[in-house]
């Protein structure tokens, strides 16, 4: 007997199936579309069959005991997955890399948003279950955060120092550090200085460097010229 998850995966399995042979009639021999879709589908369904095996998580009330109230912890995975899922269809669409980022980005937001749910569930202490996720999650996030946090400052600052010219990459860099520095000690002042400030420093740099290295990837790295070497005898 299927349930109301078991139903919504079905038909996105459907859907992605048929979208295959539309995707493989129109798409003139072009088979990357066609193995995405079906990739989908096959996930799918093996979403489907999970929801029914496992009843969507629901649980009978067999002893007659009164189920304990459920506590919803605090989460933003449905914004999150519509934004994996337009990454990933931008990059279907451009065949590019984005495709398997936005893959990437609804897979981490699965086994968040499962992870989530089962410890919802786990006791009828929410103090206790969000304790729970942290213990299970957290070993996992933060490395997994903090790359993601030092890929990004590099990848950004990397095409604003290769965009602009020589003397202003120096000014740059040196800009940079003199920040890096002054935050480091802001940090180390923490009790002087509030929780509030330091967020929002850390959020108004992190705007500021991933705009400017976006901007620097759309202008383009600046001309280098290589060194040419006087050959001899001549």
């Known amino acids: ?60 009330d067999t002893d007659g005991a009164e189920l304990v109230a459920r506590h919803s912890l605090p989460a933003a995975w449905p914004p999150l997955l519509a934004v994996g899922g337009a990454v990933a269809i931008i990059g279907l669409a451009g065949k590019n890399a984005l495709l398997w980022v936005g893959v990437g980005i609804i897979g981490v937001v699965f086994a968040e948003w499962m992870v989530q749910g089962w410890a919802e569930r786990a006791t009828g202490d929410p103090a206790f279950n969000k304790a729970l996720r942290s213990r299970i999650m957290s070993p996992v996030e933060i490395p997994a955060i903090g790359a993601l946090v ?30 890096i520095l002054l935050l480091a000690f802001l940090i180390a002042y923490r009790p002087k200085v509030g929780s509030s400030v330091l967020a929002t420093l850390l959020a108004l740099g992190a705007v500021a460097l991933i705009a400017a290295g976006i901007a620097g990837g759309v202008a383009g790295e600046r001309t280098i010229e290589k060194p040419t070497t006087s050959s001899a005898g001549k």
Do not use: H, Q
């Open 1 to 60: 007997m299927t349930t109301t998850a078991s139903k919504f995966w079905f038909a996105v399995a459907g859907l992605a199936f048929a979208s295959v042979f539309v995707y493989a009639g129109f798409g003139e021999g072009e088979w990357y579309g066609s193995a995405v879709l079906g990739s989908l589908a096959i996930v799918a369904c093996f979403l489907g069959v999970l929801a029914v095996a496992v009843r969507d998580g629901d649980r009978a």
């Open 150 to 179: 030092i890929g990004g400052f590099l990848l950004s600052l990397s095409r604003v120092l290769l965009a602009v010219p020589e003397n202003g990459s120096r000014v740059i860099a040196i800009a940079v550090a003199a920040a």
